[in-house]
């Protein structure tokens, strides 16, 4: 219930992106209180955007997090702002600074907090060993990319139970020593890719089950080719704003 809410509520904050936008374009300048429509919509977005980061974020580092929009938010605000306080110029503070500001804000968020806690769709993991299995269960290896370009090598000798994490990145992942696999038993894994690119890099003859979502994005499979003793690759999670090819 909590994906779909957050689906749908990204879904209006592009609307209203995109409604900004237009009358960006156009010059329309009619607004209330002064402000310039194009400005209040985009002020919209950015403090929906917040507010969606406070709901639906899964842990608490990733709720402070807010300080990116939080500086985009006073750059589109800034001249309203020094109007509303009286100040002689319109310029409070130059853009550049606060937008690094804003990006060390969040970064040193993350530097400072621990993870914690994935509550994510399929399961619940993090790195004190806790772990509440949800039907796809605790991984047996777990990558995260933010950022960077990565490359993710897993052993599908040893390894049945994959987790990677890709947000704003790119990351290629390879499956190892594939000669050695009982194909009775088959590899689970689970894939976040948001607003980033994510290739999985399989053997031709595995057979491959996407049971992942997808939100404004793409997720690519090959065609699989039918044979016996194949070894099944079952991809589970979610794609939003990104790319995934499965089977490169």
């Given at each position: 219930m909590k994906q779909k809410a957050s689906k749908i509520f990204w879904g209006i904050l592009l609307l209203l992106t995109a409604a900004a936008l237009v009358?960006?374009?156009?010059?329309?300048?009619?607004?209330?209180?002064?402000?310039?429509?194009?400005?209040?919509?985009?002020?919209?977005?950015?403090?929906?955007?917040?507010i969606s980061k406070i709901l639906f974020s899964d842990s608490?580092?990733?709720?402070?997090?807010?300080?990116?929009?939080?500086?985009?938010?006073f750059m589109v605000l800034?001249?309203?702002?020094?109007?509303?306080?009286?100040?002689?110029s319109e310029e409070i503070i130059n853009n550049w600074i606060v937008l690094l500001a804003s990006i060390l804000a969040d970064i040193a968020i993350t530097v400072l907090i621990p993870r914690g806690k994935s509550k994510g769709k399929h399961f619940n993991f993090s790195f004190e060993g806790e772990s509440d299995h949800r039907g796809f269960g605790?991984?047996?290896?777990?990558?995260?990319?933010?950022?960077?370009?990565?490359?993710?090598?897993?052993?599908?000798?040893?390894?049945k139970k994959s987790f990677v994490e890709n947000k704003l990145g790119e990351t290629n992942v390879y499956y190892q020593n594939a000669e050695n696999i009982d194909p009775s038993i088959p590899l689970e894994l689970t894939i976040v890719n948001h607003m980033g690119e994510t290739n999985i890099h399989v053997p031709a003859d595995w057979?491959?089950?996407?049971?992942?979502?997808?939100?404004?994005?793409?997720?690519?499979?090959?065609?699989?080719?039918?044979?016996?003793?194949?070894?099944?690759?079952?991809?589970?999670?979610?794609?939003k704003m990104g790319e995934t090819n499965i089977g490169k």
């Open positions: 009358l960006y374009g156009i010059g329309e300048s009619k607004g209330i209180f002064g402000m310039p429509m194009h400005k209040m919509l985009f002020a919209i977005v950015l403090s929906a955007w917040i608490l580092r990733e709720r402070l997090k807010i300080f990116f929009p939080l500086g985009l938010l800034e001249t309203e702002i020094a109007k509303w306080a009286g100040l002689p605790e991984p047996e290896s777990y990558d995260k990319n933010r950022f960077s370009e990565s490359t993710v090598y897993i052993d599908a000798s040893k390894t057979y491959i089950v996407n049971e992942m979502s997808c939100a404004l994005g793409a997720v690519n499979t090959r065609k699989n080719i039918a044979s016996d003793n194949q070894v099944r690759l079952i991809v589970r999670g979610d794609n």
